[in-house]
């Protein structure tokens, strides 16, 4: 009965919204363990999801939740990132007071006074074979860890003329860094050559210049795969396929916000945004966002398609809140952090009558 | 990346292209020893020729040797006993030898200073134990390639793998970094082989220092030499105390965790225990003591019972525990170093690094039947002599330890002792390295020895052992022998003696006479000035203002700096765990050089200098 209703539902809102990805969305807060509800961050290994909360790092595994904290060596209780090294399964996790690594048990904490790392306030980490590339606010800092040198990049060796750096990504043939207010800054991994790219407009935040160039000075996230370029801003996305500028705004495209914490492509494609109104995600063509609705709170699901149209799709569950920092992916699941708690979206599958 | 891995096998083939030093006049100094699956090969580690020796068991003799890198640790045979492995420490390398012909095959590099070894035969994979490193790399054999590192414990150097291969087990040396003036953390680290992760870490509280360890053939009971260093208390009344708990870490399904548990007796130390072998029907257990010459046999089933008694917890401190599960100690050579067993269990080869030689017992008897000479100098030279006292406990209160118990392999032990001659509390030390340090007196981070002869002589007698002191002509040896321990190879440094450019502007720091604003430095506040000189030290005592109220001087021996990357942690306390901290946390006030203008980048320059030093 529920799948004939649902089946009516979808074919009167247009079956397009059939193709985009539901989820049924399990919420977690400090009720069930969390240790804030202030999730900054979330990282999947396996069958495990690490969650950078306000209040320490919380490990979720077979139903439960362990916190960690400074008292077990963690650098700082605000952390803000979690990043996995997918060789060796240790975490890096980037707090306000430091960068650890976790590994098996077992917390090493590098900071500005112990190490060579640039500054205690570490955002971000990505892992590039045996370096760690990682953003922090006093610039980017590399450590190798075979050797245990760390190299430095500002103002003085890179074409950074803001060395507010809140996000990095390493990939094997480039480096690329989300300079909060200074654009993005790339690293050729076989040249060893920096390269800057900002928005032609200047820091205004009126776009003259749509598609030709970063969107954006004040960049928070960057994600590279198949050598797509995409970045998100406080003021819109930017996608760069190393010749070509896109951007997307929520006037024009299916962004619920230009105000974006995080950007995760899959694909170059296929890709995720996290804004404060809500989880977004976009195809290629349609985009669909997922979140409690702006003025209801209710479960809500939009889809638009490529001409422009938006569609509800009716469900039953929605992330903990609209505001959204991150993502990522368990298999066809996807897990995200909110202001408000942690969520699990396990896909609804084509047949399965749930909302 | 690229440029990391090219300098560093650059760096093992220069090494490796050193001539060979001449081995006839020296002393083998058997490190490690194997037996080959079917028994009737023993393959012994020679660290002090650089060599392989193939020992022939039933007739007691040398049946080959194989030139391998310099100073090799560590030998793993492959299950199908074709191929041998050797570590080579000082070349960064393990070498692979065809265990029929002993010829060499190939060389594949490590990281720095590979010590221990083991063979995941199923997957192809050696896993190496680097001391320096504090990791495990993960080579794999098909391709040759150190493809992957694991973060072990600091100064990581054996390893031993279960008999399934699934899991793969790390000791380390010197206790993680911690707090200052904590009770010592070590860890057993445990990889999971087939994921090649780091699968858990055991913890062991209190432990600084362990060595070998042994896994029982069904994989549920572990065996790990370790000491338990009591450097929190005063090292006063030895013969009231327990200056280091010589133990094993009992772990595994058998004992449901990790259990410590002593091997001294009353008035009877086991001191440094190095090596471990489990019999294979698990009857017994085999642990050797390098400083007092023994090896000790436990009874399996007594020992596991004691570890899950609901007093186990308390039993690491209690001297009368061993008689518990310790069935006997056989005498064996000087400083018997790794154990192990022929496949069936019957003997017992015991590597006596000391007397260059291998002792054979009769595990059924407890009993030494035999002994392969190793060659070497039949004389003893004084360094030779020396080296023995060194690492001798046999001058001890009870045997309790001897110089080697802290300076481990000759070199330190990363920890912080408060020394009887100043008092309780007063004058809080960390341990010193002892490489190359001939020509940098006076000695004691006071000052206060102008010589070593000084510095080893009555003064141990009086304030450490408690018992008998090195006098006449053992101490002049002595000294030689410390004045002999020699500089390892600094990994830090390009092969060509170039500097990096970080390197560089470092240099440029440490050489730097201004501030960045053009004010001149003074003379005493250049980094240069008081580390001059070959070791970078000017031998004078210095107030750098890293005194602590429990110091009786401000003033403090200005240390060398050869090799000081190796040797963390810093100051004369040991109260800055990184070169780092030296400045950004102990020099507020610029006393110890000028360093308070340096940006981060300038700061990182001048560590990344220090490190080629």
Known sequence: ?355 | MRFGIVAGMVFALLLLGQPVPDVKNRYPSPDDLAVSPDGKRLFVVCSGTDELVAVDPLAKSVAGRVPVGRVPRGVAVSPDGTRLYVTNSWSDTVTEIDAGSLKAIRTLPAGFEPTGIAMDGRRGTLYVANRIGGDVSLIDLESGQDARRLPAGRGASYVSASADGSRVFVTHIYPNPGKWRAEPESEITEVDAEHRIVASRMRLHNVGGVFHLALSRDGRLGIAAQMRPKNLVPLAHVEHGWALGNSIAVFGDDVGGVVQLPLDEIESYFSLPFGVAIAPDKSKAYVSASGTDEVAILDLRRLVAAARSPEAAGLANDLSASAKYVLARIPVGRNPRSIALSPGGGTLYVANRLDDAISIVDTARGVVTGSVSLGGPAALTAERRGERLFYSSKYAWGNQFGCANCHLDSTFDGLQWDLEPDGFGIDIVDNRQLEDIGGTPPYKWNGGNPDLPTECGPRTERYFFRSQGFRGGDLEDLAQYVMSIPLRPNRYRLPNGDLTPAQERGKDVFERTRKKDGTPIPDMLQCFVCHSGPYYTNLQLTDVGTGKPTDRSPKIDVPQLTNVVYSAPYLHDGSARTLEEIWTVFNPNDQHGVSNDLTKDELNDLIEYLKTL
């Not at chain 1, 590399?142 to 040198?149: A, D, H, P, S, Y």
């Not at chain 1, 900002?198 to 205004?204: A, F, H, Q």
């Open chain 1, 1 to 355: 009965m529920r799948h004939a209703m649902l089946a009516t539902l979808l074919a009167a809102s247009g079956l397009f919204a059939q193709d985009m990805p539901r989820y049924r969305w399990e919420n977690f807060t400090t009720a069930q363990g969390l240790p804030d509800n202030r999730v900054y961050s979330v990282c999947v290994d396996g069958d495990r999801v690490w969650a950078g909360t306000d209040n320490g790092l919380a490990l979720y595994e077979k139903g439960k939740f362990k916190v960690f904290t400074p008292a077990d060596g963690l650098a700082h209780r605000a952390a803000l990132s979690v990043t996995l090294d997918k060789r060796t399964h240790d975490l890096w996790i980037s707090t306000m007071g430091g960068l650890s690594r976790y590994s098996a048990g077992r917390f090493d904490t590098f900071t500005q006074l112990n190490s060579g790392v640039a500054n205690d306030v570490v955002y971000g980490a990505s892992v590039l074979g045996d370096f760690v590339w990682v953003a922090t606010a006093a610039g980017g800092s590399r450590l190798n860890t075979r050797t245990g040198e760390w190299s430095l990049y500002n103002e003085r060796n890179t074409p950074m003329y803001e060395i507010w750096t809140y996000n990095v990504t390493a990939a094997e043939d480039k480096v690329y860094y989300a300079v909060w207010g200074g654009g993005v800054l790339e690293y050729d991994v076989k040249t060893e050559r920096w390269k800057d790219y900002n928005d032609p407009d200047g820091e205004t935040e009126i776009v003259l210049h749509k598609d030709e160039g970063l969107i954006h000075e004040i960049t928070t996230s960057v994600s590279y795969v198949n050598k797509i370029l995409w970045v998100a801003t406080y003021f819109g996305a930017s996608r760069y396929d190393g010749r070509n500028w896109r951007n997307f705004l929520d006037k024009d495209s299916g962004l619920p916000s230009n105000f974006l914490n995080q950007v995760k492509t899959i694909d170059g494609t296929r890709t995720w945004f996290s804004t404060d109104k809500g989880l977004a995600y976009f195809d290629g063509e349609r985009w669909a966002t997922y979140r409690p609705a702006l003025d209801t709170g209710k479960p809500e699901m939009l889809v638009r398609g490529a001409d422009g149209e938006v569609t509800h799709v009716p469900v039953d569950t929605a992330p903990a809140h609209n505001y959204t920092f991150g993502i990522d992916f368990q298999g066809d699941d996807i897990w995200v952090a909110t202001a408000k708690g942690l969520s699990h979206g396990i896909q609804i599958k084509t047949g399965d009558s749930s909302k």
